[in-house]
Every structure is written in C-alpha cells, then in structure tokens.
C-alpha cells in the first residue's frame, strides 16, 4: 500500500468524483482529458483499486471509489492548509477586468469576494475586451480577465491558462421603433439585410468582431464599418443612440434608453466566456475565481448548450469542452 501518493493524483480523482465527467473534471483541472485518464490510472495502480465505473453514458463511483473520497478531500485540504501557512507576505490585491459592471464576469467576481476574507482583496477593472488585457496579463499589469480565449493567436496563449466559465447566448439591441422590436426573440434569418454595430475598429475587442463576423457569414447579416473605440457605458449610449445602431450583444447587457434588448434564436448563436489569467499565478483570489465560476455555471447550467439548435465556432466549442 502506497504512502507517498501524489496529492495531484488526489486532485485528479476528486475532480472526477465531483464532476462524475472525465470532460468536466479536465477542463477544471486544466488537463488533457488523456492526460486526466492517465492519473486516474495510475492512482487505481497504486492502490490497486478500482475507483470508477466507466461507461460510455455515465460515471461512478466503486465502493472503493466512495471509501476513498472522504480521505482524499481532508488529505488535499491539509496540502493546501499547509501551503497557505508558509507564504511569505500578505497577498498583494488581485487585479480583474469584468469589461463592464453587469453580466457574466461581474457576477462571478461579486461570487469570489463572498468566499476570502477581508484581507483579501479582488480589484475590478472596466477595459473590455480580451484581445487587450491580454497584453496587461503578460507583463503583470493585470491579473485576470474574462473572454473567447479561443481567438487569441496560438503563441499569446501558451501564456495563459484559463477556465471555461459560461455559454453566454447571443442577443440584439434594437431601437424600440424597429419592426423587430415587438418580438419576444428574433429569428437570426429575420436579421438578413440588416447592418450590427460588432464593435469593428476596436483593436482590444477584436475577438468579439471576429465572432460577430463567423456568425453574419452567408446569413446575409452586415458589420457595420469600423469605428474608434469607445470608453465607457456612457459614451457607448451616446454614440449608439446618435448613429441609430442596431447591436450586436450579449443576453446579458447595459441599459441603453429607447433600445430594446433581444435573444437571438434559430439558432441560438452562443458566446464563449472563459476565465484567463497568466499561466503560474497563485493567488487565493484566483482561486476564489474558479471555484465561484464553477459554482455559478454547475448552479445555472452556463456550460450546457440550449438544446440542438445551438451555433458555436468549432474551435470554441473545443476549447469550451463542448460537444455537438
């Protein structure tokens, strides 16, 4: 009986008796699911137990595996109590980007503030888009940001690790005098002849405009033309009522007077949102991030896509560990 077992191998096999999904538990790990495979077995061969059933519709617990679980929990607690006593300073505040102060990303961040203590501290920023805080990311201007990871180039990646945190549907922002207005959803073919506002011009949301791109492809749906950034929910409201936009958007979005917000459906065009830091950071902020997000999309079923008529990139949906 082994008595140096990897407390990784304990974290692998509580992911998996947690998620009770090899998919799931890689992608909260951050591990190839072979990889995550492969530390399942090992741990089996070292305790020479079998701790899983495994079917190609289900995963459970053996009774070794249920034996098991309640010791591996107070072990890898232990690992990280005593981690924790030895570092060396208080930690510094843990600065994120939500973009804007509602949806997805302030949700979360509002979730991890409730689960450390007061000396912890988790500072919002307001930039908005992935594609810029990238660069603040890596050279430690930013700690943490939220986004389609996926339209990052391969080599600014390598430098991140991230989370998958939510499917986020797609919606439109329309004047409330438009013909479309009055429906409770709008069919993405009803939108074929008509001009978005997907933020083209803005280099720090260019993976927005990029997705708004792949989904107006061969639906006859227009970008409208590039146009300079622009900082700040006010000044969003101004430029997007004067110019008579209609708005590319998520189902979760500001205010904007005399606009109208509404899903998109047939399909349901979905957002990636995943949580990105810099690959190696340890804060237990961070950690207060990923076990919030995990919490919130297990809770609400973000990771779920919305039955069968669903659209997604296939890298994204790769990346999101989602399968059609």
Same mark, same amino acid.
């Given at each position: 009986?082994?008595?140096?077992?990897?407390?990784?191998?304990?974290?692998?096999?509580?992911?998996?008796?947690?998620?009770? =999904?090899?998919?799931?538990?890689?992608?909260?790990?951050?591990?190839?699911?072979? *990889?995550?495979?492969?530390?399942?077995?090992?741990?089996?061969?070292?305790?020479?137990?079998? $701790?899983?059933?495994?079917?190609?519709?289900?995963?459970?617990?053996?009774?070794?595996?249920?034996?098991?679980?309640?010791?591996?929990?107070?072990?890898?607690?232990?690992?990280?109590?005593?981690?924790?006593?030895?570092? *060396?300073?208080?930690?510094?505040?843990?600065?994120?980007?939500?973009?804007?102060?509602?949806?997805?990303?302030?949700?979360?961040?509002?979730?991890?503030?409730?689960?450390?203590?007061?000396?912890?501290?988790?500072?919002?920023?307001?930039?908005?888009?992935?594609?810029?805080?990238?660069?603040?990311?890596?050279?430690?201007?930013?700690?943490?940001?939220?986004?389609?990871?996926?339209?990052?180039?391969?080599? %600014?990646?390598?430098? $991140?690790? =991230?989370?998958? %945190?939510?499917?986020?549907?797609?919606?439109? $922002?329309?004047? *409330?005098?438009?013909?479309?207005?009055?429906?409770?959803?709008? &069919?993405?073919?009803?939108?074929?002849?008509?001009?978005?506002?997907? *933020?083209?011009?803005? &280099?720090?949301?260019?993976?927005?405009?990029?997705?708004?791109?792949?989904?107006?492809?061969?639906?006859?749906?227009?970008?409208?033309?590039?146009?300079?950034?622009?900082?700040?929910?006010?000044?969003?409201?101004?430029?997007?009522?004067?110019?008579?936009?209609?708005?590319?958007?998520?189902?979760?979005?500001?205010?904007?007077?005399?606009?109208?917000?509404?899903?998109?459906?047939?399909?349901?065009?979905?957002?990636?949102?995943?949580?990105?830091?810099?690959?190696?950071?340890? =804060? &237990?902020?961070?950690?207060?991030?990923?076990?919030?997000?995990?919490?919130?999309?297990?809770?609400?079923?973000?990771?779920?896509? &919305?039955?069968?008529?669903?659209?997604?990139?296939?890298?994204?949906?790769?990346?999101?560990?989602?399968?059609?």
């Amino acid at each position: 009986m082994p008595y140096d077992t990897d407390p990784r191998l304990l974290r692998a096999f509580l992911a998996v008796a947690e998620e009770l =999904h090899f998919t799931r538990a890689a992608a909260r790990l951050y591990v190839a699911q072979q *990889a995550l495979s492969r530390d399942i077995r090992r741990l089996e061969r070292e305790w020479g137990a079998a $701790l899983f059933l495994r079917t190609t519709r289900r995963v459970a617990l053996t009774a070794d595996g249920t034996r098991l679980l309640p010791y591996a929990r107070r072990v890898v607690a232990a690992h990280d109590e005593l981690a924790d006593a030895f570092r *060396a300073a208080p930690e510094r505040p843990l600065l994120v980007d939500v973009g804007v102060p509602i949806g997805t990303a302030h949700g979360v961040l509002e979730a991890a503030r409730d689960r450390v203590p007061d000396s912890c501290e988790l500072v919002a920023r307001f930039h908005s888009g992935l594609t810029g805080a990238t660069a603040e990311i890596t050279d430690g201007r930013l700690d943490v940001s939220f986004g389609r990871i996926a339209a990052l180039p391969p080599g %600014v990646r390598t430098g $991140l690790d =991230h989370q998958p %945190v939510r499917l986020e549907p797609m919606a439109v $922002l329309l004047r *409330a005098d438009h013909p479309l207005a009055a429906r409770p959803a709008v &069919p993405l073919a009803e939108l074929a002849g008509e001009t978005l506002y997907a *933020a083209a011009g803005n &280099p720090q949301t260019a993976e927005w405009t990029d997705l708004a791109e792949r989904l107006f492809a061969g639906r006859g749906i227009a970008a409208a033309a590039p146009f300079p950034e622009i900082e700040g929910s006010q000044e969003f409201v101004r430029v997007v009522r004067k110019r008579g936009w209609s708005v590319l958007a998520s189902v979760e979005f500001i205010e904007v007077p005399g606009m109208v917000l509404r899903p998109l459906v047939d399909p349901v065009p979905l957002s990636p949102v995943s949580l990105v830091w810099r690959r190696g950071l340890r =804060h &237990p902020g961070l950690d207060a991030l990923r076990a919030a997000a995990r919490e919130l999309a297990r809770e609400r079923g973000w990771l779920t896509p &919305p039955g069968s008529a669903w659209w997604l990139p296939e890298e994204d949906a790769r990346v999101m560990g989602v399968r059609r």
